[in-house]
């Protein structure tokens, strides 16, 4: 069902006794399934009421209000894979803007065939002069849960670019939650604004928060790295402090050897791969245990 698993969100819902995830494939896409985290079964699909080209490639789930009193799933389209090579401000490769879409977490219990769900898209660039690059291919997205004692609030939400070669180009962008918590229209046009550098220097391909707000998960094709996140410390300065000594390192197999996907589940982290040169096959999904 999934050739390129390349984003995953664990829901606080259950069925059937089982956690469910959100998950689907890079690319061009129009819908979204819950998988049983036990089985790997697809409980349902829902299309999205969307007609866009684009490469999607990470999900979160997180507050939809400043309030977090409802939850609710963002896509990112925000994969730009020639804006890669964009090393200045004059960039003209890739997209010049990218998408993110926002839609309440449809409840699994009542399921309705058929039914299309009604999505708010933010067209959000890289202009704002405090970025390395006018244009950015990212890969990685978390909706922050709690708020912090630095003005950050549930709902803001988090991108995080990526330079395969250039590493050092990578930077931590924020689209706060005011610019989209009483969205009138279907669509706003929004510039992210710079929010800091990752204290270590990575191809940062997935990323997720506990429900908590204490722990920040970032991951390269490889490795997941954490990040404390006391309420005291904005997100910005808990990701431009070192991550801690422990890394989760991903057991390649066979089929399973490119890493884009994390989430953080009940305090705990799983992980998927793609299968191996896009072609067809079977892949788990690994739950490790976390103790922080």
Same mark, same amino acid.
């Given at each position: 069902? *999934?050739?390129?698993?390349?984003?995953?969100?664990?829901?606080?819902?259950?069925?059937?006794?089982?956690?469910?995830?959100?998950?689907?494939?890079?690319?061009?896409?129009?819908?979204?399934?819950?998988?049983?985290? @036990?089985?790997?079964?697809?409980?349902?699909?829902?299309?999205?009421?969307?007609?866009?080209?684009?490469?999607?490639?990470?999900?979160?789930? =997180?507050?939809? &209000?400043?309030?977090?009193?409802?939850?609710?799933?963002?896509?990112?389209?925000?994969?730009?894979?020639? +804006?890669?090579?964009?090393?200045? %401000? @004059?960039?003209?490769? #890739?997209?010049?803007?990218?998408?993110?879409?926002?839609?309440?977490?449809?409840?699994? &219990? &009542? *399921?309705?065939? #058929?039914?299309?769900?009604?999505?708010?898209?933010?067209?959000?660039?890289?202009?704002?002069?405090?970025?390395?690059?006018?244009?950015?291919?990212?890969?990685?997205?978390?909706?922050?849960?709690?708020?912090?004692?630095?003005? =950050?609030?549930?709902?803001?939400?988090?991108?995080?670019?990526? *330079? %395969?070669?250039?590493? %050092?180009?990578? /930077?931590?962008?924020?689209?706060?939650?005011?610019?989209?918590?009483?969205?009138?229209?279907?669509? @706003?046009?929004?510039?992210?604004?710079?929010?800091? @550098?990752?204290?270590?220097? /990575?191809?940062?391909? =997935?990323?997720?928060? &506990?429900?908590? =707000?204490?722990?920040?998960?970032?991951?390269?094709?490889?490795?997941?790295?954490?990040?404390?996140?006391?309420?005291?410390?904005?997100?910005?300065? +808990?990701?431009? /402090?070192?991550?801690?000594?422990?890394?989760?390192?991903?057991?390649?197999?066979?089929?399973? %050897?490119?890493?884009?996907?994390?989430?953080?589940?009940?305090?705990?982290? +799983?992980?998927?791969?793609?299968?191996?040169?896009?072609?067809?096959?079977?892949?788990?999904?690994?739950?490790?245990?976390?103790?922080?």
């Amino acid at each position: 069902r *999934f050739a390129e698993v390349s984003y995953i969100a664990y829901s606080k819902q259950s069925y059937e006794n089982d956690n469910v995830v959100w998950m689907g494939s890079d690319g061009e896409n129009k819908d979204i399934s819950a998988v049983s985290l @036990k089985t790997g079964d697809i409980i349902q699909t829902y299309e999205l009421g969307i007609d866009v080209e684009g490469d999607w490639e990470s999900i979160a789930i =997180g507050p939809c &209000s400043s309030k977090a009193n409802s939850s609710c799933l963002y896509i990112g389209n925000i994969g730009n894979n020639s +804006a890669q090579k964009c090393r200045d %401000r @004059k960039c003209t490769k #890739g997209r010049d803007s990218v998408l993110v879409y926002k839609f309440p977490e449809p409840n699994l &219990s &009542s *399921f309705t065939a #058929g039914l299309e769900l009604k999505v708010q898209t933010l067209v959000l660039n890289y202009h704002h002069q405090g970025l390395p690059t006018n244009r950015a291919n990212s890969e990685a997205m978390f909706v922050d849960h709690t708020g912090d004692k630095k003005g =950050g609030k549930p709902g803001d939400i988090y991108i995080i670019t990526k *330079f %395969r070669k250039e590493k %050092r180009l990578s /930077r931590l962008t924020k689209i706060p939650v005011g610019e989209h918590e009483n969205m009138i229209s279907t669509s @706003k046009k929004f510039s992210v604004q710079p929010a800091g @550098k990752p204290a270590v220097e /990575r191809t940062w391909t =997935g990323a997720d928060m &506990s429900a908590d =707000g204490n722990l920040i998960a970032f991951r390269d094709y490889r490795t997941i790295y954490f990040f404390p996140r006391p309420p005291e410390l904005s997100i910005a300065e +808990a990701i431009e /402090r070192n991550p801690c000594k422990f890394k989760s390192k991903s057991i390649r197999r066979l089929n399973e %050897r490119q890493f884009e996907a994390v989430t953080m589940v009940n305090g705990n982290v +799983a992980e998927v791969s793609e299968c191996h040169n896009k072609e067809p096959c079977e892949v788990a999904v690994s739950l490790y245990e976390l103790k922080y």
